[in-house]
Each structure stands twice: as structure tokens, then as C-alpha cells.
């Protein structure tokens, strides 16, 4: 060796013992500071045809709602993706809305419309209900104006694999 001194387990151990215990503080101030929050991916089928959805958003501290959404519509083939701007938590139900960045879909293009979507998180474990999730409505013009915030009717369905956690 070249000088070096050789810490003992005792040290090592005591300090991964403040790393973790640090970590797990900024972890825990984290979530203190930020605000409601969804996310989720998986599957469900309509008429027989499997989608796949993921999506996540967060509400900063400043009120602005940041996320995402993507879903594949395997019975047209065709991908939407959503930046989500509004979020409304109420319990274990989010309401999430955005611009459409992106359509591939058949029946055309949806891009720069505004698009709704509700989820249920039915808690976690073998013993509690299969989450829900709606299908995305892509809103025309005379509905532009409509957000999260907006009561709207959304038929829910159960998600067949996958999961989602909604913060309040």
C-alpha cells in the first residue's frame, strides 16, 4: 500500500448508514414539496382490439401541470401522444387533459386538439379491484375549451395488466 489506511466495516457501514438515511431525506422533502400527482401504464381491449396506454403527470409547487401520454390503438394501428397540461386529483380519480402532439390515426389527424382522459387507482395487491382508465376523447373545436377541470362524462374500463397510482 501506498500510504492509504484501510477503513473499517464498522465506518463503511456507518457511512452507507448516513448516505442512505440522507438520500431518503431528499427523497421524503421531494415529496412533501410536490403536488398531486398520476401515472400508470397497460392494457385494456375495446371491441375485441388490445390498446396499450402509459402516461404520467405531476403538479408543480407553482400550479403548472407537466406529463405525458401515449396510446396504441392496435385496432387501427395507429399511436396518439398527449402532452398533458391540467390534472385534477379528487381522491383516488385523475382527470387529465392536453394538447395532441401527435396522431397517426386512420380516421385523421388529431394533432393540436385538446384531449381528455380519466383513471381510478383501486389500490394495490391481489385482494383490491382492477384499476380503470377511460378512453382517451380527442375534443373538435366547439369543445376546445374543455379541460381537466371541466365536468365531463368519460365511460370507464377495467385495465386488464398494468398499473395506477394516483397522489393526491
Do not use: Y
Not at 463503511?12 to 438520500?23: D, E, K, P, R, Y
Not at 399511436?79 to 391540467?86: A, G, L, Q, S, T
Not at 379528487?90 to 383513471?119: C, Q
Request: contains cysteine; charged residues 20%.
Amino acid at each position: 500500500m501506498t500510504g492509504r489506511k484501510k477503513l473499517s466495516p464498522l465506518l463503511i457501514a456507518l457511512i452507507a448508514a448516513m448516505v442512505a438515511f440522507g438520500s431518503r431525506s431528499s427523497l421524503l422533502v421531494g415529496a412533501q414539496n410536490s403536488g398531486p400527482s398520476a401515472n400508470g401504464h397497460g392494457n385494456t381491449t375495446v371491441n375485441g382490439e388490445l390498446r396499450t396506454f402509459s402516461f404520467n403527470a405531476i403538479q408543480k409547487k407553482d400550479g403548472t401541470v407537466t406529463g405525458n401520454m401515449t396510446l396504441h390503438n392496435r385496432g387501427l394501428d395507429s399511436f396518439i401522444k398527449v402532452d398533458v397540461n391540467c390534472l385534477l386529483v379528487v381522491g383516488n380519480i385523475a382527470t387529465m387533459s392536453g394538447v395532441v402532439t401527435h396522431s397517426d390515426d386512420p380516421r385523421g389527424s388529431f394533432e393540436g386538439l385538446n384531449a381528455i382522459f380519466r383513471v381510478v387507482d383501486n389500490g394495490e395487491g391481489e385482494n383490491s379491484p382492477p384499476d380503470l382508465i377511460s378512453g382517451v376523447v380527442v375534443l373538435g373545436d366547439e369543445d376546445s375549451l374543455i379541460t381537466c377541470r371541466d365536468p365531463f362524462p368519460l365511460q370507464l374500463r377495467l385495465i386488464e395488466a398494468g398499473n395506477i397510482q394516483v397522489k393526491p
